[in-house]
């Protein structure tokens, strides 16, 4: 079975400087892989997905992300953060050959704080 | 579109009682799921299912039923609630595994 962490629940980051956002996973199996945000007493969105090719996807609001399958990682980047990126963001996995294994894993979020 | 519709958005129960969170898609995805929300532990998979007449568990299924009598719709079940059933429950809904999960706005339940 798949699974994510996220090693960093807060992250605070001053208003223009850049930031990365840790994710890992592990999986026995090829994966897909997601960045999902949440702003305050919503539900979650669709940041940017890695489905196959290119390892660096590029997704809303200026945000990337790079594939490296050799340290199982999908870390989040963004070269210069704004207030209104202030949210919490999780990574999650699914199985790429998921007959009988169905699921969407999440990570445990990471809290990303933009201080002014 | 509606997209995601989950019901009620708050709710308190008193332990023991029993309820049912309604979630309803019209995007006519297959897959469906319900997640709960805890401080510091992520979105946490409770059951699924890859579509109607199909559900499985996922990784916190204990207290909670499930059914998919329609494409359209998942309610979830509790069955005599909990105080460590205290959270915000989300639906999700999808086409397949590789594609944008959408999801509702979630319910806020409190067990007291």
């Known amino acids: 079975a798949q699974s994510v962490t996220q090693l960093d629940s807060q992250v605070p980051v001053f208003e223009e400087a850049p930031v990365e956002l840790r994710c890992n996973y592990s999986?026995?199996?090829?994966?897909?892989l997601f960045w999902y945000v949440q702003y305050p007493n919503q539900g979650l969105q669709l940041l940017l997905k890695?489905?196959?090719?290119?390892?660096l996807v590029k997704g809303i609001n200026g945000f990337e992300a790079e594939f490296n399958k050799s340290q199982t990682s999908f870390h989040l980047r963004k070269p210069s953060v704004h207030i209104s990126d202030t949210a919490e963001y999780f990574c999650?996995?699914?199985?790429?050959?998921?007959?009988?294994?169905?699921?969407?894993?999440f990570g445990t979020g990471t809290r990303l704080t933009i201080i002014p | 579109n509606a997209g995601v519709t989950q019901t009620p958005k708050f709710q308190v129960l008193k332990t023991g009682q029993s309820m049912t969170l309604q979630c309803a898609q019209d995007m006519n995805h297959e897959y469906m799921s319900w997640y709960r929300q805890d401080p510091g532990m992520g979105l946490r998979l409770i059951h699924y299912s890859v579509g109607a007449g199909i559900t499985d568990q996922g990784e916190v299924p204990n207290g909670y039923n499930v059914s998919r009598s329609t494409t359209e719709d998942f309610p979830l079940r509790l069955l005599s609630a909990a105080p460590s059933q205290t959270s915000v429950y989300f639906c999700?809904?999808?086409?397949?595994?590789?594609?944008?999960?959408?999801f509702g706005q979630g319910t806020r339940l409190t067990v007291v």
């Open positions: 999650a996995v699914s199985d790429v050959a998921n007959f009988g294994n169905e699921k969407l894993t």
């Open positions: 999986s026995s199996v090829s994966v897909y």
């Open positions: 999700a809904s999808m086409l397949g595994l590789q594609t944008e999960a959408f």
């Open positions: 890695y489905l196959s090719g290119s390892t």
